[in-house]
């Protein structure tokens, strides 16, 4: 629920944060194929997207994050916020 962050502008979500377990750490293949995942399984308009360069240990990390698209927030709200922590629905827009 942390790893990303809802645009209020575009409407559209960036998954992100600088942490272990989140897209800053794959590798830019990786990340590419998870959205592609994301756009084949639950037919997410989903793209890739360079991520600033991090501070400290992500410092010389090249890496992308993926963006979800306004079109797919609908989607992404109903997918998801049904498992997700009340005080973390900001993230998806609600």
């Known amino acids: 629920m942390q790893d990303g962050s809802f645009h209020k502008n575009s409407r559209g979500i960036t998954l992100q944060?600088?942490?272990s377990?989140?897209?800053d750490y794959f590798k830019a293949?990786?990340?590419e194929r998870l959205a592609a995942y994301l756009t084949n399984k639950y037919?997410?308009?989903s793209t890739t997207q360079k991520a600033p360069k991090g501070k400290g240990e992500l410092s010389n990390i090249e890496s992308?994050?993926?963006y979800i698209s306004a079109t797919s927030l609908e989607l992404v709200q109903t997918l998801v916020?049904?498992?997700?922590h009340p005080?973390?629905?900001y993230k998806i827009g609600l």
């Open 43 to 45: 037919s997410l308009k």
């Open 87 to 89: 005080s973390f629905l």
């Open 64 to 66: 992308l994050r993926i």
């Open 17 to 19: 944060q600088l942490c």
């Open 81 to 84: 916020s049904k498992h997700m």
């Open 29 to 31: 293949s990786e990340t």
């Open 21 to 23: 377990r989140c897209t």
